[in-house]
């Protein structure tokens, strides 16, 4: 299983967008790219999936370079509602949440 | 279509109780998932089961810890003898298939042990 490694946090002002960049070096060939946001006191929801160059879904989009050593997920025009921890998985289900990016967006 | 089911969503028990959480995946998903958060961490994968068999549970502490996924009926995760370390937010998550674009996950069983 692929580790990952992401910062702990960001802050960023409403109406901006945010890239949220995510690093899995060791990757394996069928692994998918999975980004997951948490809300305090909630399970995680499922934001986007990918396996290389560009996911696009009506929450945010997903960009994979060629070598898939990384990720970066884009949040266009955040709000306050968009605070919360985000979390990048390189693999499958049986996987291990790091400790996610925690997203504070300010007025 | 209701989402994953857990209760009780709260949960207090002394050292030594045994705490039995459940969880009711969403309608079709026969693939559970139980994920174990600690404050201020990510969840850590503990057990992952289809109907009547676990798959893997690689990831269960070794003593005290059990789960089930019976033919009918929720998962249950259960946790003999708590200790103060047991004091987590215990989440449950279903998926239709073993491998699936996502997890579904349920809003969580906070356990406290006193």
């Known amino acids: 299983l692929a580790k990952t490694t992401q910062p702990i946090s960001m802050d960023s002002y409403e109406g901006q967008e945010v890239n949220i960049t995510c690093s899995h070096n060791n990757i394996a060939t069928n692994d998918y790219i999975t980004w997951y946001q948490q809300f305090p006191s909630q399970g995680p929801r499922f934001i986007i999936q990918g396996y290389k160059t560009k996911v696009t879904n009506e929450v945010a989009s997903l960009f994979i370079p060629a070598d898939r050593k990384s990720s970066t997920l884009s949040l266009p025009r955040v709000s306050l509602s968009d605070t919360a921890v985000y979390y990048c998985?390189?693999?499958?289900?049986?996987?291990?949440f790091g400790t996610g990016t925690k997203l504070q967006v300010i007025p | 279509n209701a989402g994953v089911m857990q209760n009780p969503r709260h949960l207090v028990r002394r050292r030594g109780q045994e705490a039995r959480l459940r969880c009711s995946p969403m309608?079709?998903?026969?693939?559970v998932y139980w994920y174990r958060q600690l404050p201020e961490e990510g969840l850590k994968f503990m057990v992952y089961?289809?109907?009547?068999?676990?798959?893997?549970e690689s990831g269960m502490p070794k003593e005290r810890f059990s789960a089930e996924f019976p033919k009918e009926g929720p998962s249950i995760l259960r946790i003999q003898q708590v200790v103060r370390g047991d004091s987590a937010a215990y989440f449950c998550?279903?998926?239709?298939?073993?491998?699936?674009?996502?997890?579904?996950f349920g809003p969580g069983t906070r356990l406290t042990v006193t």
């Open positions: 309608k079709g998903h026969s693939h």
């Open positions: 998985l390189a693999g499958y289900q049986k996987v291990t």
């Open positions: 089961l289809q109907k009547e068999n676990i798959i893997d």
């Open positions: 998550a279903s998926s239709p298939l073993e491998v699936s674009p996502e997890q579904y």
